[in-house]
Every structure is written in C-alpha cells, then in structure tokens.
T-cell receptor, first 113, second 117 residues
C-alpha cells in the first residue's frame, strides 16, 4: 500500500528564515497532495494542496513543489513567523473511489523570535 | 467556507460508560466523513470512513462494535465509544469531504479530547 515518509521530524528556524519540509510517497498512482498545519490541541488545518498535473503552487509565503518522477513533494515557508510554529503533516491520496489519504508522520516546526 | 465542528471538545468519563462525539459540516454537505484517532506526538490514524445512509468502513484492527459510527445525514456523523476504558483515552478528530469541487479534499474538525478514568 501507499507509504508517505516525511522529513525532518523536527525543524527549528530563526524568525524570518525559510523552512522546508520534504515528503516522499510510494504509490505512483497518487495524484493529490495536501498539507496540513496542526496547532497544539486543535484539528489539522488545510494550508495548501497540489495535484499531480501541476509542478508548483504558491499562496503568499507558502509554496509546494511536486516531482512526480521522483515521487516527492515539498512545503516551503518563507519569512517564517513565530505563529508558523506548529506540526505540519503532508499527505497523499489517489483521489475518489474510496482511496484513503495517507499522512506523513509530521514535522514539528519551531520558529524562534 | 468548509467548516467542520465537533462536540464536545473535551469529555471525561468513567470506565465502562459510553461517550458520543458529534461531527458536523456547517456550511457544506459532506459526501464522506472520516474518523481519526491521534496519540500524543503522533500522526493521524484513520479509524473508519462513513458515507451518509450506509454502514461505515472500518480500518483493520478497529473494533466496529466498540466504535459505533452513525452517518444519519449529509451534515452529521457521530462516533460512540462504547464501554470506554482508559486505553481509549485519546484525541479523536473527524474530517469531511464536500464532494464539490473536490471529492478528495478533507476538512478537519477541532478534535475531541477523551479521557477515561
């Protein structure tokens, strides 16, 4: 079955620096890749997603890139702020038809002021 | 848009009792709802998938008689933890997919912290 690996497990950056989180997936049929941000004691919040027909997507300080050949995708956060501190999860899905969304193990991001 | 609520946010119960958790999609109709369990500092573990009006599909290892799921309408799904025990203490999170424009985008609720004494 599908497996999603996420690195690093912990990431500490200085405010204003960039943060990059990387994920790899195993099932080449996966075609939808969302990223979620989870703050302590809360549910995950969708922050950006990308589909397999697109190589890059950007939304203000957040961008996601996808390399279908290598089967990996990355989250890029620029100009990090303390409020970006949270756990970030990547995920992969084959879309509709009852296919599960597989989540990575999560990355705990600390942004130091 | 795409707001999902859960109730209650926290619940403490005695061992042997049952607890019901509600998940509602507030501004859309959810074709599918999911229930996850999350242990501290771990990822999301899918428990079951439910579609309105049909029986839930449980993941391997999840006891369907212990975790009862009812998806009575397109905006409401409930998870009942029956005869709860301390090992059932966890953070339970639901999610819902709106169907349109995307059938695979999941929107999560805020979670329910269950503590079984």
């Amino acid at each position: 079955g599908e497996n999603v690996e996420q690195h690093p497990s912990t990431l500490s950056v200085q405010e204003g620096d960039s943060a990059v989180i990387k994920c790899t997936y195993s099932d080449s049929a996966s075609n939808y890749f969302p990223w979620y941000k989870q703050e302590l004691g809360k549910g995950p919040q969708l922050i950006i997603d990308i589909r397999s027909n697109v190589g890059e997507k950007k939304d203000q300080r957040i961008a996601v890139t996808l390399n279908k050949t290598a089967k990996h995708f990355s989250l890029h956060i620029t100009e990090t702020q303390p409020e970006d501190s949270a756990v970030y999860f990547c995920a992969a899905s084959k879309g509709t038809g009852g296919f599960k969304t597989i989540f990575g193990a999560g990355t705990r991001l600390f942004v130091k002021a | 848009g795409a707001v999902v609520s859960q109730h209650p946010s926290r619940v403490i119960c005695k061992s042997g009792t049952s607890v019901k958790i509600e998940c509602r999609s507030l501004d859309f109709q959810a074709t599918t709802m999911f229930w996850y369990r999350q242990f501290p500092k771990q990822s999301l573990m899918l428990m079951a998938t439910s579609n309105e009006g049909s029986k839930a599909t449980y993941e391997q290892g999840v006891e369907k008689d212990k975790f009862l799921i009812n998806h009575a309408s397109l905006t409401l799904s409930t998870l009942t933890v029956t005869s709860a025990h301390p090992e059932d203490s966890s953070f339970y999170i639901c999610s819902a997919t709106p169907g349109l424009p995307s059938t695979d985008t999941q929107y999560f609720g805020p979670g329910t912290r269950l503590t079984v004494l």
